[in-house]
């Protein structure tokens, strides 16, 4: 089992994280595995993103007081629906395979549950994604496969829908 | 029945609220009262502004709206979410089929869309619609809707256009 990093502290996010955000979506390593692929598009999603720190709904990782992850609940607006919300997470790739999406998806899970209530959380990752053996690793399972969702310089790549009962 | 078709227009809007306001249509939708109704009709008929929803009329009077909910980044606009509705009294008139139709069309020409894919609650009728017309299935979330303690499924359909 991995350990956590020493000097690893998961704190709420805040609007100031927004540039740590905008600079790991803008690695083609990181971008690969989210919709985004030019600058005006990161922008809206750091936007959206972020956005939902208002609502404390979102954690960073913070390694020796610098940001290295980010996970966020997008809650649902609509009452019949706000019992489940999407996530989103992000880890800078020099910090990655350190064990710290681990501590935030665990951290955001435990805050999904006791904090919001929340029955179950879910996410969308495409095909290949690393962060498919974290979320089963966390209990998720499949509800949905779709082929081709992603088209990238005329390559198809599916998406898998997870969820997870809290 | 004199059935027409144009693209969804701003002043569409309040048909699409009393329609959804019907609770035996509200039922299928996630909203559940006026404010998110307002919420979810503020969003629908915003997309009239790329052009990418259709209203249908009975003698020039909105009877059906639908709309692709085109997406905003480069590497999806190839698929697309839509959704659809046709005021009660019309139902079963075959409005909602010709309505799809249009709307394929317009995903297929219009915005080069080769996926086109819905959400809709286990047990709506209109299910049986989306099936003829090709549409099939590629998820279940069980506990999608929750309501009275009690959690309905949401389906996952698609179609290759």
């Not at chain 1, 929340?118 to 495409?126: G, K, N, S, W």
């Not at chain 2, 144009?6 to 329609?19: C, G, I, K, M």
């Not at chain 2, 046709?86 to 139709?101: F, H, I, N, Q, T």
């Not at chain 2, 080769?114 to 998820?139: D, R, S, T, W």
Request: include cysteine; glycine fraction near 6%.
């Amino acid at each position: 089992m991995k350990q956590e990093p020493v000097g690893l502290d998961i704190r709420y996010t805040y609007v100031t994280d927004s540039p740590y955000l905008r600079q790991w979506l803008d690695l083609p390593q990181v971008q690969k595995w989210f919709p985004v692929s030019e600058e005006k598009e990161i922008e809206d999603a750091v936007q959206c993103w972020i956005g939902f720190s208002r609502y404390s709904c979102s954690l960073t990782a913070v390694l020796d007081g610098v940001p290295c992850g980010i996970a966020t609940l997008f809650l649902m607006p609509y009452k019949k629906v706000a019992h489940h919300a999407l996530f989103k997470l992000v880890v800078d790739p020099q910090y990655q395979r350190r064990g710290i999406g681990t501590s935030l998806l665990k951290n955001l899970k435990h805050l999904a549950k006791s904090y919001f209530r929340l029955d179950l959380i879910h996410t969308e990752v495409f095909e290949g994604n690393p962060l498919i053996h974290l979320l089963e690793a966390q209990g998720f399972q499949i509800y949905a496969t779709q082929a081709d969702y992603v088209k990238n310089q005329g390559e198809y790549l599916g998406r898998i829908l997870y969820e997870v009962y809290l | 029945m004199s059935l027409t078709f144009r693209l969804t227009q701003p002043e569409d809007a309040p048909f699409l609220s009393l329609w959804l306001s019907d609770p035996h249509i509200l039922c299928w939708f996630p909203m559940i009262d006026a404010r998110e109704i307002e919420d979810a009709v503020r969003i629908w008929i915003g997309y009239s502004k790329i052009e990418s929803g259709l209203t249908a009329l009975d003698n020039g009077e909105p009877c059906g709206i639908a709309n692709l909910y085109i997406q905003p980044y480069a590497k999806q606009k190839h698929t697309c979410l839509f959704s659809i509705i046709v005021k009660e009294e019309m139902r079963g008139k075959g409005v909602g089929k010709a309505l799809l139709g249009q709307l394929i069309s317009l995903a297929k020409e219009k915005f080069q869309i080769e996926i086109l894919h819905l959400e809709v609650y286990e047990g709506n009728p209109a299910q049986h619609l989306y099936e003829k017309m090709g549409f099939v299935l590629f998820g279940r979330q069980s506990h999608f809707i929750k309501e009275d303690g009690r959690y309905s499924a949401k389906l996952l359909m698609q179609k290759r256009l």
